[in-house]
Structures are given as structure tokens and as C-alpha cells.
């Protein structure tokens, strides 16, 4: 566990915040998440809408964001990714950070409001996508697909390579995210869409629902495409 330095104007100011999230919580959004099986330390059931316009009342902080974070609170993690200075954000920190992403929703969120805004989210990717941990193989992916434009050549077959190779999967999360970044990486245009094509023709008839989600969702994307 970390500890901070007391610092009262940021102790207080994340009362004021916490106060925020209690005034705008929604009971039946958070019973609906844990009878659907997603489950918080603690959950308040507040909309992002609600939490970016929180957020905008604050000036964006490393210490805030970062005890915000250590409270593993579902609103106080989302909100730390809106306000963490890109400029402070650290690979390191990243890392810590990635050990507490258990949860799709805040996948999405960490990817999209922090870690693609990196100067470093192609490394985080790639290293990311190697490990043979679920939660960062997942992670790996989404922020794989919100930066593929980023991706050189190399990077992206890297990035194929891994997704095919553990494509055989019975974790949901997983193939989801594998779908999402092959549908992706299809985008870069028709040499590389044809090729990631001829990966996944295999997978049409295949048995396993992860490879039948897999294909359908890549072929739709190619379809979609029309190179």
C-alpha cells in the first residue's frame, strides 16, 4: 500500500470531490454493474458525463490524480485519469497503475483519457500485449486500438503475432479486445487488411467462440472497409 504526506488543500479537496460523487450517485446504474458481475471496491454509480464535469472544476495534478487513484474507488480512478498531467505520467507509474485495471470500464477509460495520450503508448502496448497476465494482455489491445495509427510497420505485426497466438482464449475481455485490435490495425489499409484477413480465414468455421467472434468482427470491419 502507498502512502502520501498529509497535505491538507488536497485532502480537502478530495473530500469536496468525494462529496461530489456521493450527491450524484446512482443506486440502481451500480446494482445493475454487480448483478452483471462488475464489481468495485466501492461504486457509486455515477455517469461519465457527471464525472468529466467534476473533473473540469479541477486543475489537472499528479499528487490529486494520484491519491484519487490509491482510493480504488470506481468514480475516484476515473476521475485520476482525466486529471493526471500527461507531462508527469510516468512508464513506471503506468505499470503501477496497470496492476489495479481489472475492469473493462476502466481499461477503456485509463486508455482513452491517459495512456494514449503518452509519448510512450506504443512501447506500453507492445510490452504490454507480451505478458502473460489477462488484465495486460486486455489492456495492451484497447490501447493498441485507440493508437494504431501510431503503430510502424514492425510494431503492428508484433502486435498480430501476439493476438493471433493467444486468439484461443475463453476469457471474453480477451477476444474482445484481440477483435478490436486486428479491426484496427485493418485500417491502415488494404495490404495489411488483406494479410490479417488471411490470418483469421481459419477461424470462419473453427469451434471456438473466440476465434468465431474474432473472424466475424474482423471480416464485418474488412467488409465495412470495402478496399
Same mark, same amino acid.
Given at each position: 500500500?502507498?502512502?502520501? &504526506?498529509?497535505?491538507?488543500? +488536497? ?5 469536496? &470531490? ?19 458481475? &462488475? ?18 472544476? %479541477? ?18 480512478? +476515473? ?16 505499470? $503501477? ?7 473493462? #470500464? ?16 506504443? $512501447? ?18 484497447? *490501447? ?27 476469457? %471474453? ?11 484496427? *490495425? ?10 490479417? %484477413? $488471411? $490470418? &483469421? ?19 464485418? #470491419? ?6
Amino acid at each position: 500500500m502507498k502512502y502520501y &504526506i498529509q497535505n491538507e488543500q +488536497i485532502d480537502n479537496t478530495i473530500k469536496e &470531490i468525494r462529496k461530489k460523487i456521493r450527491l450524484s450517485m446512482n443506486g440502481v446504474v451500480s446494482d445493475k454493474m454487480k448483478e452483471s458481475g &462488475i464489481s468495485y471496491k466501492q461504486n457509486f454509480g455515477v455517469d461519465i458525463p457527471r464525472l468529466k464535469q467534476i473533473a473540469s472544476g %479541477y486543475d489537472q495534478s499528479k499528487d490529486l490524480a494520484q491519491r484519487l487513484w490509491a482510493l480504488q474507488i470506481r468514480e475516484t480512478m +476515473i476521475l485520476a485519469t482525466l486529471l493526471h498531467p500527461v507531462d508527469s505520467f510516468t512508464s513506471e507509474m503506468a505499470d $503501477e497503475w496497470l496492476v489495479s485495471l481489472t475492469h473493462p #470500464e476502466i481499461v477503456e477509460q485509463c486508455s482513452m483519457n491517459l495512456f494514449a495520450k503518452l509519448p510512450f503508448a506504443v $512501447e506500453l502496448s507492445i510490452r504490454w500485449a507480451k505478458s502473460d497476465k489477462l488484465w495486460h494482455q486486455i489492456t495492451a489491445f484497447n *490501447l493498441g486500438a485507440r493508437i494504431w495509427k501510431s503503430f510502424e510497420a514492425s510494431q503492428s505485426d508484433e502486435l498480430i503475432h501476439r493476438a493471433l497466438e493467444i486468439s484461443d482464449t475463453a476469457e %471474453y475481455h480477451l477476444y474482445k479486445s484481440i477483435a478490436l485490435i486486428l479491426s484496427r *490495425l485493418c485500417r491502415t489499409g488494404k495490404e495489411l487488411s488483406d494479410r490479417i %484477413y $488471411e $490470418e &483469421i480465414s481459419c477461424m470462419k468455421n473453427s469451434h471456438h467462440p473466440s476465434k468465431k467472434y474474432i473472424f466475424s468482427e474482423v471480416s464485418q #470491419e474488412i467488409s465495412f472497409l470495402n478496399f
